[in-house]
């Protein structure tokens, strides 16, 4: 069972605080009141956990870069002053809002920005271990049909859906799935059961491991008559710049 990979960051660890110094610092002209019932300072917050996790993250990567200029003997003048600049900048934002942070709320932050390394490091396409003369990109999930050059930047060509239509009533059935507190994974423990036994057997495993927590899930089946666009030729100011046959040669 799939889900989609999503960050539930809450920054309800700094809300309180946030608002807190926004009082206490005589905004001229804000309703603090009225701020508070439009979800003002619920919005700087969560965009502060937004930016911590960034942040965390960045720091992350630029680590690796300070290990590899000493690998390299470059780490020297210009460039070891601008990497301690970005070691001060990173202090100065951790140091005054981990001040409005709760300590549940830093512990949750690091877990996040855990999750955020891996999936950006996915995304970027980049290995989050390597050697020299290791390979420097993962790789896309799925290679493009056709690639152009164009200038600097290549662009791909996908296999890409574009209709989809229903051909009968959705069917339903029921499934346990477990929610791992420690990964925030979640994957399915039982699928193909009726409702009842569903919540028998989440009840049933939820007890033999009180660390996790189990989901009755409805399962919703439908079937579909799909519609993808395979592209085989790119044209551009009237002439054939890529071919699907290309890349296959």
């Known amino acids: 069972m799939k889900h ?12 309180k605080n946030v608002t807190n110094l926004v009082r206490r610092n005589h905004v001229s002209g804000l309703d603090i009141k009225k701020a508070e019932e439009l979800g003002l300072f619920t919005r700087i917050s ?15 990567l630029k680590g690796e870069v300070d290990n590899l200029f000493d690998m390299a003997g470059a780490r020297r003048h210009e460039i070891k002053r ?3 600049l970005i070691d001060k900048a990173f202090d100065r ?3 005054f809002f981990r001040g409005y942070q709760t300590l549940d709320g830093v512990r949750d932050m690091n877990e996040e920005s855990e999750v955020l390394y891996h999936q ?10 390597w050697s020299l003369g290791d390979k420097q990109y993962t790789g896309a999930e799925t290679e493009p049909l056709v690639t152009v050059e164009c200038g600097n930047m290549d662009v791909n060509f996908y296999v890409s859906e574009i209709d989809h239509e229903d051909l ?9 799935t477990k ?24 009840k049933r495993m939820s007890v033999n491991d009180p660390e996790n927590m189990y989901t009755v899930s409805k399962l919703t089946t439908y079937t ?15 002439e054939m710049v890529g071919s699907y046959r290309k890349v296959l040669k």
């Open 168 to 176: 009968s009533e959705p069917e339903e059935s029921f499934c346990v």
């Open 46 to 60: 969560n965009l502060v956990c937004a930016i911590h996790a960034l942040n965390i993250t960045a720091c992350r």
């Open 120 to 129: 950006f490091m996915r995304w970027c396409q980049i290995p989050e271990h």
């Open 224 to 238: 579909r008559r799909t519609t993808y666009a395979t592209p085989m030729k790119v044209f551009a100011n009237g």
């Open 4 to 15: 989609e990979k999503v960050l539930n960051m809450d920054g309800s660890g700094y809300e």
């Open 179 to 202: 929610y791992d507190r420690k990964t925030r994974q979640q994957e399915t423990a039982e699928d193909d059961v009726d409702k009842a036994s569903a919540q028998m057997v989440a």
């Open 82 to 84: 601008e990497l301690e």
């Open 93 to 95: 934002f951790v140091s």
